[in-house]
């Protein structure tokens, strides 16, 4: 590309980037004689218009800012923007599916509708409904429209929050090559966590280490190669490319604010290195019925078993997690299209990806098992035990050799196994074909496609303990000849031996390594879902159908689409047993369709045009009938109205219903145990029961299944991680959604290159696809009673929900209540030459994107009182929700080949949600500052470098995070947890 081309490209870019569509309308309608026959179409409508507007707020980003960034993944550019909130990412590391989502609005990626030229994506894996944006070729995008007023009777009723649509090239010509290469830097000198790590260090050197001074890792490198030629006649294109990436990981370890896991102390006002119960030192939890007290917890020390010390005898987690996962990628694919004449243009877009993630967590342990599995219990005349152990644990309880102590369980951290690891990969092949062209002499034109897409999953997650073994393990014996043997081996049943096993010792010694290997199971599962669809649309104008107040004639668009969805799990015994610790329950294989026929049509009426107070009022009309295999049948429908009194000022407004069927995911997914986190109470305890003086009363407690001998005597769990059981269901209804928009577009003709665009989003979803949250259903049972929610907690051995799989809060798919959001959209764009400093001086373009968020409210079942998360974080609301957040960008165009972007990023403040310990109450506003610079080195070269998070800000950290989105004591899905980001690059042509 050229060197003027490249100027032009930024530019118009930056001019259009932050305003979206609502400045390329501007800039189109001050094109002179555009004609109809130059009609494009945008993303929100299949009727094509000679001037780019759109009745939606729509916001763009283009190539060149995905270069000026230097990011290597989509998710990263398109999450900058503050209508995204977090979704999977490759910052995610304990529940990674190990793809990439993208979330709008904050109301879920299952309600964000993924596009590329305006045609829909696969399901992005068996566990994860929402799109995976590893499909998307970085090096063929053109522009990124993302439309967030929701668009469900245009293009289907999951994109009730919006739709992102990736716009490839399909015009390329030539040959391109580009490369880059990008690591992260990290000055590690917060001088608070260099002495809580210190002061942990003295205690326990092998689970605490200062990270270095100064950490440069997570590199990462990105090819890519694009080659296109048009036909000769020119009516035609071929584009090939192929893009690979390599990612090296950034481990927790190696931050100094990451380097272990937070609890806070000194009343909640510092942070302290806490952890998980499950310790490289075997820890002990009576939940049985012997004398040493109900809910006691004791512990190995060398030879002998003393009281645990509950503020050394937590296992550090953290170092072991990524920051930044290690991936592999490889994305290749061709576009083709040729017109054969004006009715008949043949297209075509064939993708294939292959993709591989590793997702690593800290080594598994027998969490809560014993030798009767997950019941627990220790047998007496086990040879590992010491005589004081055996005193302690069974002669002083008045148990014989021959005995069990029941109901003691067995927590242990397998650290000489290594850390588990699922390394999951997905492979994805989809292919459109499709014709289009004027729809004989009628006037009107005509798009139908086909299109099939699979996508593969296979995952090996490593390390895992086998409950079933480690029970058959830990059940040692002395055989007749003195060897210490497994009991399953010494019995007088040989039909239940099993040869294989090797005795586990964690009482008295070092695990054999032959123990470590018969005791770790590998778990496969393997799983695909494919997509296949055919679509077929008639637009053009209504036979002449004109108001006599418009120069333009009626537009209409009427169509028809059939989509079958499928999904198949299929887990390995192991998983279907349930046969790991780590894993919660079993994972059961799954299978189920959805087929949906569509019947849709859009009408836009020009009212009046070109009179006084009217430049022009159009209104836009959308119905979309679906019908569902499962028997459900919905309505959609949108109406819009635009006005524009003057040339400068634009005014816009559209009501929106949509009616999503839950997906196959929903419906059918595997029912499993899975953790939730719980925020502390007054008394420091995550669970309202446990601990000597619980928080919640002894009939409250009662609800959720509490005995009164277990009252006061139940153990919480340190990390604040409990168990819940979730999963699809069958007999989903359909949820509803209604959305407003209001927006006003004012570009002064007094001001050359200045458009602001402000429009206000309101969104209402009732009989939500969820579930009742864990932690309210809890809080609802202690309060009530109400059956309704103390049918969902289920208390398992010794009261806990937490020690071993039999305790656990149903948190199934049901429709529940209801989700909503409002706020204001606020966009600006302005561009300016420097010609009054010199005349080599360049331009100067700014471009501000904002989101002031007014609500974010749910109601979790009928009746019960709405929660608010706007300005919070943690507990019930999750991730942060800043009030406001933006991205302002300005870039200045040389006249000697150079070019230079400085972009701004501001998320506000947030809060503890329901208040919490002084030093987690409130996560302090953040502000990165963003450099990139382009250097033309000759008309066919091009070389970018970069540097995000300029000023290696720290991001704000917690100890009340949770699992998931919350990672390494913050949120890096949200805030730049790493530290500098510095890449270099080259683009060369052909």
Same mark, same amino acid.
């Given at each position: 590309?050229?060197?003027?081309?490249?100027?032009?490209?930024?530019?118009?870019?930056?001019?259009?980037?932050?305003?979206?569509?609502?400045?390329?309308?501007?800039?189109?309608?001050?094109?002179?004689?555009?004609?109809?026959?130059?009609?494009?179409?945008?993303?929100?409508?299949?009727?094509?218009?000679?001037?780019?507007?759109?009745?939606?707020?729509?916001?763009?980003?283009?190539?060149?800012?995905?270069?000026?960034?230097?990011?290597?993944?989509?998710?990263?550019?398109?999450?900058?923007?503050?209508?995204?909130?977090?979704?999977?990412?490759?910052?995610?590391?304990?529940?990674?599916?190990?793809?990439?989502?993208?979330?709008?609005?904050?109301?879920?990626?299952?309600?964000?509708?993924?596009?590329?030229?305006?045609?829909?994506?696969? $399901?992005?894996?068996?566990?994860?409904?929402?799109?995976?944006?590893?499909?998307?070729?970085?090096?063929?995008?053109?522009?990124?429209?993302?439309?967030?007023?929701?668009?469900?009777?245009?293009?289907?009723?999951?994109?009730?929050?919006?739709?992102?649509?990736?716009?490839?090239?399909?015009?390329?010509?030539?040959?391109?090559?580009?490369?880059?290469?990008?690591?992260?830097?990290?000055?590690?000198?917060?001088?608070?966590?260099?002495?809580?790590?210190?002061?942990?260090?003295?205690?326990?050197?092998?689970?605490?280490?200062?990270?270095?001074?100064?950490?440069?890792?997570?590199?990462?490198?990105?090819?890519?190669?694009?080659?296109?030629?048009?036909?000769?006649?020119?009516?035609?294109?071929?584009?090939?490319?192929?893009?690979?990436?390599?990612?090296?990981?950034?481990?927790?370890?190696?931050?100094?604010?990451?380097?272990?896991?937070?609890?806070?102390?000194?009343?909640?006002?510092?942070?302290?290195?806490?952890?998980?119960?499950?310790?490289?030192?075997?820890?002990?939890?009576?939940?049985?019925?012997?004398? @040493?007290?109900?809910?006691?917890?004791?512990?190995?020390?060398?030879?002998?078993?003393?009281?645990?010390?509950?503020?050394?005898?937590?296992?550090? #987690?953290?170092?072991?997690?990524?920051?930044?996962?290690?991936?592999?990628?490889?994305?290749?694919?061709?576009?083709?299209?040729?017109?054969?004449?004006?009715?008949?243009?043949?297209? +075509?877009?064939?993708?294939?990806?292959?993709?591989?993630?590793?997702?690593?967590?800290?080594?598994?342990?027998?969490?809560?098992?014993?030798?009767?599995?997950?019941?627990?219990?220790?047998?007496?005349?086990?040879?590992?035990?010491?005589?004081?152990?055996?005193?302690?644990?069974?002669?002083?309880?008045?148990?014989?050799?021959?005995?069990?102590?029941?109901?003691?369980?067995?927590?242990?951290?397998?650290?000489?196994?290594?850390?588990?690891?699922?390394?999951?990969?997905?492979?994805?092949?989809?292919?459109?074909?499709?014709?289009?062209?004027?729809?004989?002499?009628?006037?009107?034109?005509?798009?139908?496609?086909?299109? /099939?897409?699979?996508?593969?999953?296979?995952?090996? $997650?490593?390390?895992?303990?086998?409950?079933?073994?480690?029970?058959?393990?830990?059940?040692?014996?002395?055989?007749?000849?003195?060897?210490?043997?497994?009991?399953?081996?010494?019995?007088?049943?040989?039909?239940?031996?099993?040869?294989?096993?090797?005795?586990?010792? *964690?009482?008295?010694?070092?695990?054999?390594?032959?123990?470590?290997?018969?005791?770790?199971?590998?778990?496969?599962?393997?799983?695909?879902?494919?997509?296949?669809?055919?679509?077929?649309?008639?637009?053009?104008?209504?036979?002449?159908?004109?108001?006599?107040?418009?120069?333009?004639?009626?537009? #209409?668009?009427?169509?028809?689409?059939?989509?079958?969805?499928?999904?198949?799990?299929?887990?390995?015994?192991? @998983?279907?047993?349930?046969?790991?610790?780590?894993?919660?329950?079993?994972?059961?294989?799954?299978?189920?369709?959805?087929?949906?026929?569509?019947?849709?049509?859009?009408?836009?009426?020009?009212?009046?045009?070109?009179?006084?107070?009217?430049?022009?009022?159009?209104?836009?009309?959308? $119905?979309?009938? +679906?019908?569902?295999?499962?028997?459900?049948?919905?309505?959609?429908?949108?109406?819009?109205?635009?006005?524009?009194?003057?040339?400068?000022?634009?005014?816009?407004?559209?009501?929106?219903?949509?009616?999503?069927?839950?997906?196959? *995911?929903?419906?059918?997914?595997?029912?499993?145990?899975?953790?939730?986190?719980?925020?502390?109470?007054?008394?420091?305890?995550?669970?309202?029961? +446990?601990?000597?003086?619980?928080?919640?009363?002894?009939?409250?407690?009662?609800?959720?299944?509490?005995?009164?001998?277990?009252?006061?005597? *139940?153990?919480?769990?340190?990390?604040?991680?409990?168990?819940?059981?979730?999963?699809?269901?069958?007999?989903?209804?359909?949820?509803?959604?209604?959305?407003?928009?209001?927006?006003?577009?004012?570009?002064?003709?007094?001001?050359?290159?200045?458009?602001?665009?402000?429009?206000? /989003?309101?969104?209402?979803?009732?009989?939500?696809?969820?579930?009742?949250?864990?932690?309210?259903?809890?809080?609802?049972?202690?309060?009530?009673?109400?059956?309704?929610?103390?049918?969902?907690?289920?208390?398992?051995?010794?009261?806990?929900?937490?020690?071993?799989?039999?305790?656990?809060?149903?948190?199934?798919?049901?429709?529940?209540?209801?989700?909503?959001?409002?706020?204001?959209?606020?966009?600006?764009?302005?561009?300016?030459?420097?010609?009054?400093?010199?005349?080599?001086?360049?331009?100067?373009?700014?471009?501000?994107?904002?989101? @002031?968020?007014?609500?974010?409210?749910?109601?979790?079942?009928?009746?019960?009182?709405?929660?608010?998360?706007?300005?919070?974080?943690?507990?019930?609301?999750?991730?942060?929700?800043?009030?406001?957040?933006?991205?302002?960008?300005?870039?200045?165009?040389?006249?000697?080949?150079?070019?230079?972007?400085?972009?701004?990023?501001?998320?506000?403040?947030?809060?503890?949600?329901?208040?919490?310990?002084?030093?987690?109450?409130?996560?302090?506003?953040?502000?990165?500052?963003?450099?990139?610079?382009?250097?033309?080195?000759?008309?066919?070269?091009?070389?970018?470098?970069?540097?995000?998070?300029?000023?290696?800000?720290?991001?704000?950290?917690?100890?009340?995070?949770?699992?998931?989105?919350?990672?390494?004591?913050?949120?890096?899905?949200?805030?730049?947890?790493?530290?500098?980001?510095?890449?270099?690059?080259?683009?060369?042509?052909?």
């Amino acid at each position: 590309m050229r060197r003027n081309t490249f100027k032009a490209c930024l530019m118009a870019s930056t001019l259009i980037g932050g305003i979206g569509l609502s400045t390329a309308s501007a800039m189109a309608q001050e094109e002179e004689g555009a004609q109809p026959e130059d009609r494009v179409v945008v993303t929100g409508t299949r009727i094509p218009s000679a001037n780019l507007v759109s009745t939606s707020p729509v916001t763009q980003i283009d190539a060149e800012e995905f270069q000026d960034r230097g990011v290597i993944r989509v998710e990263d550019m398109v999450n900058t923007l503050p209508q995204a909130f977090a979704g999977q990412g490759s910052n995610i590391s304990n529940g990674a599916t190990g793809t990439a989502t993208v979330n709008l609005r904050g109301i879920g990626a299952a309600r964000t509708l993924v596009l590329v030229n305006g045609r829909r994506l696969p $399901y992005g894996s068996p566990r994860s409904v929402a799109a995976d944006l590893n499909q998307i070729p970085g090096a063929l995008i053109e522009r990124v429209e993302v439309l967030t007023g929701g668009a469900s009777a245009v293009y289907g009723s999951d994109a009730v929050a919006g739709v992102v649509n990736f716009y490839l090239d399909d015009n390329f010509e030539g040959v391109r090559f580009d490369a880059q290469y990008s690591f992260y830097q990290h000055t590690n000198d917060n001088s608070t966590m260099a002495t809580l790590i210190a002061n942990n260090a003295a205690n326990n050197p092998s689970q605490f280490r200062q990270p270095d001074d100064r950490v440069i890792d997570g590199a990462a490198t990105e090819l890519s190669g694009v080659m296109g030629v048009n036909t000769p006649d020119g009516r035609g294109n071929a584009t090939l490319y192929v893009t690979y990436r390599n990612v090296a990981p950034v481990y927790q370890a190696n931050r100094d604010y990451s380097a272990c896991a937070f609890g806070t102390t000194n009343g909640g006002t510092e942070f302290s290195c806490s952890g998980s119960s499950t310790n490289a030192v075997a820890n002990f939890l009576n939940v049985g019925p012997n004398a @040493y007290p109900h809910g006691a917890w004791f512990r190995t020390n060398g030879s002998e078993f003393i009281a645990r010390d509950f503020t050394s005898d937590t296992f550090n #987690f953290n170092p072991y997690n990524f920051y930044q996962r290690p991936d592999t990628r490889y994305v290749l694919g061709a576009n083709a299209h040729y017109e054969v004449n004006r009715h008949f243009d043949v297209y +075509s877009e064939l993708t294939a990806m292959d993709t591989r993630s590793l997702a690593q967590i800290a080594p598994s342990g027998v969490f809560g098992g014993g030798v009767a599995g997950s019941s627990g219990g220790i047998n007496c005349n086990n040879p590992f035990l010491t005589a004081q152990q055996v005193n302690f644990l069974c002669t002083s309880q008045g148990l014989g050799p021959n005995d069990i102590a029941e109901g003691v369980l067995i927590l242990r951290r397998n650290v000489e196994g290594g850390p588990r690891q699922s390394d999951v990969r997905h492979t994805m092949y989809r292919g459109v074909f499709g014709t289009r062209g004027d729809f004989f002499n009628t006037g009107l034109s005509y798009d139908m496609y086909g299109s /099939f897409a699979n996508v593969h999953m296979a995952e090996n $997650y490593r390390n895992e303990i086998s409950v079933r073994k480690s029970s058959l393990a830990l059940n040692a014996v002395l055989d007749g000849g003195g060897n210490i043997v497994c009991a399953v081996n010494a019995d007088a049943d040989p039909s239940n031996d099993d040869p294989a096993c090797v005795p586990y010792n *964690i009482f008295s010694g070092t695990p054999s390594q032959a123990s470590i290997n018969y005791i770790t199971n590998p778990l496969l599962q393997d799983g695909q879902t494919t997509q296949q669809i055919l679509s077929g649309s008639v637009f053009g104008d209504l036979f002449g159908l004109q108001s006599p107040a418009a120069d333009t004639p009626v537009a #209409f668009a009427v169509g028809a689409e059939y989509r079958r969805d499928s999904l198949e799990l299929l887990p390995d015994a192991n @998983y279907q047993a349930g046969d790991g610790f780590g894993q919660g329950g079993p994972t059961t294989p799954v299978s189920g369709s959805q087929d949906v026929y569509e019947l849709f049509t859009e009408l836009r009426v020009p009212i009046i045009e070109g009179r006084p107070g009217f430049e022009f009022l159009n209104a836009e009309f959308a $119905y979309r009938f +679906s019908s569902y295999s499962s028997g459900v049948e919905t309505d959609t429908y949108k109406a819009a109205l635009e006005w524009s009194p003057v040339p400068d000022l634009r005014a816009r407004a559209s009501l929106q219903r949509a009616v999503r069927a839950a997906n196959v *995911i929903e419906l059918f997914s595997t029912q499993s145990i899975g953790l939730f986190d719980l925020s502390s109470g007054a008394n420091g305890n995550y669970d309202p029961c +446990s601990g000597p003086v619980p928080t919640a009363t002894l009939a409250q407690c009662a609800n959720t299944g509490v005995t009164a001998a277990q009252y006061g005597n *139940i153990a919480d769990n340190p990390a604040g991680q409990f168990n819940q059981l979730t999963g699809g269901n069958p007999n989903l209804a359909p949820e509803t959604a209604d959305t407003i928009t209001l927006g006003l577009i004012f570009s002064p003709e007094f001001i050359p290159g200045l458009t602001v665009s402000v429009d206000y /989003f309101d969104i209402q979803v009732d009989d939500l696809v969820g579930t009742i949250p864990p932690s309210q259903a809890l809080a609802e049972c202690l309060a009530t009673g109400d059956a309704a929610f103390c049918s969902l907690i289920n208390r398992g051995n010794g009261g806990t929900l937490w020690a071993n799989q039999t305790g656990y809060i149903i948190a199934t798919n049901i429709n529940t209540g209801s989700l909503s959001t409002d706020g204001f959209d606020i966009n600006a764009v302005y561009g300016m030459d420097l010609d009054f400093i010199g005349p080599n001086a360049g331009s100067l373009a700014f471009d501000l994107v904002g989101t @002031y968020l007014n609500s974010l409210e749910t109601v979790s079942f009928p009746g019960a009182a709405p929660f608010d998360c706007v300005g919070t974080y943690g507990g019930q609301c999750g991730t942060p929700n800043p009030e406001w957040r933006h991205k302002f960008r300005a870039t200045w165009t040389s006249a000697y080949d150079f070019d230079a972007a400085l972009t701004w990023r501001h998320f506000a403040s947030v809060n503890q949600f329901g208040g919490g310990a002084a030093i987690n109450a409130t996560l302090d506003a953040q502000n990165y500052f963003d450099l990139s610079g382009n250097w033309y080195a000759s008309e066919d070269m091009r070389l970018r470098f970069g540097v995000n998070n300029i000023l290696d800000s720290e991001p704000p950290l917690s100890s009340a995070v949770g699992a998931g989105f919350g990672n390494g004591n913050t949120f890096p899905q949200v805030y730049d947890a790493v530290g500098r980001y510095i890449f270099a690059g080259i683009t060369v042509d052909f």
